[in-house]
């Protein structure tokens, strides 16, 4: 397999304008980021939402129906993924740690598909681990993943397994063998979160050796890692991510000027490796969309 699937992660939920003003924020701004990073090679694009007048991270329908309406009228063929990771965070009070803080956002497995369910995107993201993430936890029960599972792939989507670290590997097998996952999963193993896997060659390859047969998969970084993991992927097989959401420079001294830059950049690289990017209708296929 020459090509690989090239992948733009748009904004998520971390990054900001104070980190990168080129950030985009209203979904007017989010659909087209997405378009421009389709025109210079990337066949998925994987969509958070913001509220525009906070600029902070949102679960409302909206905002994601009017993202997708966008890139639709403009590119029938782009391939929509849509996170669910809203919405399993879990902030202890301090000295009454039962108490949920203010960053708290735990929401019923059902709220957390509401917008995948209305809207039926191609790929929604499912994450499999609990962790600490920040001075919060993140809480994925399996009774919780088994329903988002169920409602995702109901919706006529496939979901997308972001694993973390190896527990989140064994977490995924146990949920195949009771028929809740499918059996060739499409993955993308998430190295650089404080806590989880570290960026590193011998993580991508230890990852992918725990992987079920037959997984399509995705290795990525954070940070000024995102770049370096971009080749390790491709050399140990995998696909590619790049974007706003897990990096917000082209280089150490380079604050990158749109997504479309990352995405032209993760090209090169990948057509300098020997395994250029592929066209939707080709990412389509393979991931049996």
Known sequence: ?????????????????????????????????????????????????????????????????????????????????LTTGNGGRFDPTEGDPVKPGPKTNLLPPEQRVLHVQKIKPDIATLDLNTMVFGGEVVINSPASIRRMGELIMAAGSKPEIELFDSGDIALLKALQKDGNLPAAPLCSIVMGVKFGFAPSPETVLYARGLLPPGAQWTAFGTGRFAFPMVAQSLLAGGHVRIGLEDATKLDANTIAPSNAAMVAKARRMMEDLGHPPMIPVEARKILAL
């Not at 066949?43 to 007048?53: L, Q």
């Open 1 to 81: 397999m020459n090509k690989r699937i090239l992948t733009c992660a748009v904004l998520g939920n971390f990054t900001s304008r104070t980190m990168n003003p080129n950030l985009p924020i209203t979904p007017a701004e989010i659909a087209s980021d997405c378009l421009a990073a389709a025109e210079e090679g990337a066949a998925i694009v994987h969509v958070h939402v913001r509220d525009p007048g906070t600029e902070l991270p949102s679960m409302e329908v909206a905002h994601y129906s009017e993202v997708v309406s966008r890139i639709r009228d403009a590119n029938s063929d782009l391939i929509i993924n």
